[in-house]
């Protein structure tokens, strides 16, 4: 594999969906899975891609399936209020 692959943005944007639907800020989430709050926002920009476990984790910590959070469609369907 040549050069860096780049990681998509919807990753982070979902991220930033569920951690705001759920009415929490970086800082309370790093708190309760226990991760440094630089590392989280690295993963909501794109800048590092988080984990399999880290990402199983936090959906069943929002009660989501791995399918929902990673949704490649999540953002263009809340834009058009698909979703609630």
């Not at 708190?31 to 988080?50: F, H, K, M, N």
């Not at 910590?61 to 959070?69: N, P, S, V």
């Not at 469609?73 to 209020?81: E, N, P, V």
Request: hydrophobic fraction near 35%.
């Amino acid at each position: 594999m040549k050069g860096k692959r780049e990681i998509p943005p919807y990753i982070g944007q979902n991220l930033i969906y569920f951690r705001q639907k759920n009415n929490l800020t970086q800082e309370e989430l790093c708190q309760i899975l226990d991760i440094s709050r630089s590392t989280y926002a690295y993963y909501e920009v794109g800048r590092t891609l988080p984990t399999v476990m880290f990402l199983k984790e936090l959906a069943k910590y929002y009660q989501i399936t791995l399918d929902e959070l990673l949704d490649e469609k999540l953002i263009d369907r809340i834009k058009w209020k698909v979703l609630p």
